[in-house]
Structure formats: C-alpha cells, structure tokens
C-alpha cells in the first residue's frame, strides 16, 4: 500500500503491508479461419480470428466479443467491446458505482439496470529477431499496440464513476497504448521482459466541471517488469510487478471520491501491485 502524498512529481514508497486484492477470471473461445493467404513467408499464415469470451470478478460480470485480422505476419487489426454489469459485496467493494457529489461518494448502481460498455479498435505490431537470424536463443521480441475506444456507464447523469472497484472514470473516447520489449528462451522460464501502458481518455471534457483542476486528460503509466513460466504445453503462468505513475494533488489526499474536487499537480510514482495470471489452452 502507497499512501498518497501532495506536492509536484515525485516518487513515493510503501507505506503498508497491502491495499487489497483483485480477481479477474476470463472464459473465451476463439475460431480462427485462413483468410487472404500468400505464399511467401509474411502472407501464409493470414487469418480471420473470432474471439467470444466471458469475463468474471467477485463483484462484475462482461461478456467480450472480438475479431482480429492479420494481413501480413507482424501486423494484427482488430475490434470489439464488451458490456457489463455489476453488484456491490460491501460498501468499500463496488461493482458498478457513481459519484455522488453531494456527499461526496460513490454509490452503488443497480445490477443488471446499469450497465458498463466498451468498445474499442486496435493495432498490434510485433517483431522476433529470430525471423532474420535463426535460433533458439535469439528470440529478442517487441510488441507495440495502439488502441481506441469509446466507454460509457448506462442510466446514469453522473460525470464521474466506478467500475470493477476502480473509480474515476468518465464517458468518452479512451486510448491505450502498450509497449513490450522481450527474450524467449527454451526454458522452463520462457521470456522475460519489460512492458509500459500508457492510457486516458481523449478529452479533459469529460469530465465536466472537474475537467480544468483534475486534469481529465492526464495520462496513466503502468511500468512492468514480467516473466512467463511454462508450467505445460497448456498451461502458463504470467508474473508481473506494476509501477504506476498517478496524479499528485496539491491537498491532502481524503478517498477516491473526494478525488475529482482535488487540484493536480504533478504526477506520482508508485509501486502499485504484484500480479499473477494463469492461462490454459484446452
């Protein structure tokens, strides 16, 4: 846990054991069929890809549709969205919740009669320098994706809400960009590497009248250092360190909903989470 501290940028350490903990299980399927192949190396394996999935938390639940298009080897388009909805399990855990400005807090919205929606449209590109130098041992990787959405929450006024026990969203066109730098190697240990995300809305005025203080537009850093294990050929085990660059605010910090009131005033770095993910392939 990282208290937050006022003032312009600056780093800030830990100040407590732990915040709390976040669990996300995600079921797809995904049919891939070839489409507009070649026959040189880069056009062969062309694809259509359609990805159903269902995405669950203690307090949410989002059925995800997509579909991605790979016209060449190294490159991938896709788009889609999701829709949601969410109940509370206690007053500090919130599914779906708005900012109640009177108070200020955030209230708890009705399952199934307010809904969270995205959606969105991406570019994926990705290089493995084993392509032009051949080897087990020469998986250098990069990623890099560029993705654009819109987000909204249904049936209510509020400016400002909470999803999926995160707070301080607002309507509007949202971005992410997201950035990878990797070595595979044939071990048990199958890459490590380091990863950036960078995402925000477009537009300060979101956020309405707390658009010029809190800064709508500011952008969030996500820094992560990450390994993959291959536990089987099915199964993988993602394990990650976040480092998250924040607003800093010139008051003393109160909760996430006195949040938007609050005057930003430079940007704060934190340790922010441990994360683990588990994948298997059926």
Aim: hydrophobic share 40%; net charge negative.
């Amino acid at each position: 846990m990282v208290d937050h501290k006022t003032g312009s940028s600056h780093f800030s350490g830990i100040s407590g054991a732990y915040d709390g903990v976040e669990a996300v299980t995600e079921f797809d399927a995904t049919y891939t069929m070839p489409f507009l192949n070649g026959s040189d190396e880069l056009t062969v394996d062309n694809h259509l890809a359609f990805k159903l999935g269902l995405e669950l938390s203690p307090v949410t639940i989002a059925p995800v549709a997509s579909v991605t298009f790979s016209p060449i080897a190294f490159l991938e388009f896709a788009i889609g969205g999701t829709i949601g909805t969410g109940w509370p399990l206690t007053d500090d855990i919130q599914g779906l919740a708005k900012l109640d400005e009177s108070k200020p807090k955030y209230k708890n919205l009705t399952p199934f009669a307010n809904w969270y929606f995205y959606t969105w449209a991406s570019g994926y590109f990705m290089f493995d320098l084993a392509a032009i130098w051949e080897g087990d041992w020469h998986h250098v990787v990069t990623t890099a994706t560029y993705k654009a959405g819109y987000q909204k929450m249904t049936g209510t006024k509020s400016t400002v809400w909470g999803w999926r026990n995160s707070y301080g969203f607002a309507n509007g066109w949202v971005y992410e960009q997201e950035y990878f730098l990797g070595y595979q190697m044939p071990l048990k240990v199958s890459m490590a590497g380091i990863g950036a995300t960078l995402w925000g809305n477009y537009q300060s005025s979101d956020y309405g009248k707390f658009s010029g203080n809190y800064d709508g537009d500011f952008m969030t850093i996500d820094i992560w250092p990450m390994v993959e294990i291959k536990i089987s050929k099915k199964d993988l085990l993602y394990v990650l360190t976040d480092f998250r660059a924040r607003r800093s605010f010139r008051e003393k910090y109160d909760d996430d909903a006195h949040e938007p009131f609050m005057t930003k005033t430079g940007r704060e770095w934190l340790f922010y989470s441990i994360a683990a993910q588990w994948k298997h392939t059926f």
